[in-house]
């Protein structure tokens, strides 16, 4: 049973509802989630569409986020990352557990991505499993960065799906794997007590405080996820932090500063395998829909111009600026050993703030895989 409390520690509470299609209702995982959820649910027919509340229209995308569909993925479960061919990619894989997220994040990409409201999580985890296991043998000797973070947070239904500790197991054999769980929430206690063999990192977005406060909803706060990494550490696991996206406001320097030094005052620098950093960037029709649904946020009133991978983003000149000051906080205190790169931005980006473009490394996928590999 789910006990309500702050969101950013339980997300999954923000739940009213479940439904089921119906050729998964009988599986013995999704028996076990409606057990723990506490929830009431309801079988619709295969490939169905949810009644949601029609109350509830002048904001479908929030109204969902009280809905989980229990499915099927009826596609691949693991992919490539879809980056762009036009900016730096880090060569990262995808498994894809489902989509959509009960927090609430103002400048959440998923907004325009998505054509459904509600949250969907794949219950066919054998299928997700044998895949996975397929694919590590059609080439053995290839490792993957893993991760679960793209279309959903990685923790944030984690009490009600229990699926960590079945990844943590299966990836603790594997030496292909290294596993990241990315959140914004302080859902950890499923890691707790698991054998990972060093396999897994777990890592959080963070950002200024005032960005957390106002344009991150139902998250957790700054120092819940710092106490959550905290404990992470003390159990084993490696820690990766994330700053993207990176939004100019008013006192982003001190802001993002703050959360710079308050991050290297709690962690050790030494626990850190990677910080990666990325500027806001959206799909033009974000816009309409970030306004619309969060009329007193000003983070889209900025100047922007079209990437090259069709994204607005701020001005060159503008990101690098914001880069320099982050970065020069970052390596100030970072591990020599802690890789720090940015997540799509092009090598003229890399050599103006950090003087030297990936493929002088080995390119950024060899800069992560000696981060954990080695």
Not at 226 to 240: D, I, R, T, V
Not at 308 to 316: E, Q, S, T, V
Request: with cysteine; glycine share 6%.
């Amino acid at each position: 049973m789910i006990i309500k409390q702050h969101y950013g520690r339980n997300p999954a509470g923000f739940l009213q509802h479940i439904h089921v299609e119906e050729n998964c209702i009988d599986l013995p995982y999704t028996r076990e989630i409606l057990r723990r959820s506490g929830l009431p649910y309801a079988v619709i027919l295969d490939r169905a569409e949810p009644a949601l509340p029609t109350g509830d229209s002048h904001d479908p995308f929030s109204a969902g986020k009280r809905h989980l569909l229990l499915c099927r993925n009826r596609g691949q479960f693991f992919k490539p990352c879809p980056g762009t061919s036009e900016y730096r990619c880090c060569s990262y894989h995808v498994l894809n557990i489902g989509m959509n997220c009960p927090m609430d994040c103002v400048y959440c990409i998923l907004q325009a991505y998505l054509n459904r409201p509600w949250l969907s999580y794949f219950v066919n985890i054998d299928d997700m499993f044998t895949e996975m296991e397929m694919v590590l043998k059609s080439d053995p000797k290839k490792v993957y960065r893993i991760g679960t973070g793209e279309f959903t947070d990685s923790l944030a239904l984690d009490r009600l799906t229990g699926l960590s500790p079945r990844l943590v197991d299966y990836v603790s054999g594997k030496k292909q794997i290294v596993l990241e769980l990315k959140t914004k929430s302080a859902c950890i206690d499923n890691l707790a007590g698991l054998s990972h063999a060093g396999r897994v990192v777990v890592a959080w977005s963070l950002n200024a405080p005032a960005i957390m406060k106002k344009e991150e909803l139902r998250t957790a706060t700054l120092d819940q996820r710092l106490a959550a990494a905290k404990q992470c550490l003390e159990w084993g696991y490696k820690l990766a932090f994330h700053f993207d996206p990176i939004i100019e406001h008013p006192g982003w320097r001190q802001g993002y500063e703050e959360t710079i030094d308050l991050l290297f005052k709690e962690i050790p620098a030494d626990a850190i395998v990677w910080i990666s950093m990325g500027a806001l960037r959206y799909l033009p029709h974000l816009k309409k829909i970030g306004t619309d649904r969060f009329p007193g946020s000003r983070i889209f009133y900025q100047e922007f111009i079209e990437g090259l991978d069709g994204k607005a983003r701020y001005f060159r000149a503008h990101r690098t600026g914001m880069y320099k000051v982050i970065y020069e906080r970052l390596k100030r205190q970072a591990s020599a050993k802690t890789c720090i790169y940015f997540c799509m931005e092009s090598d003229e980006i890399w050599r103006e703030v950090m003087g030297f473009t990936p493929e002088e490394k080995g390119g950024i996928p060899a800069m992560l895989d000696r981060t954990v590999f080695s």
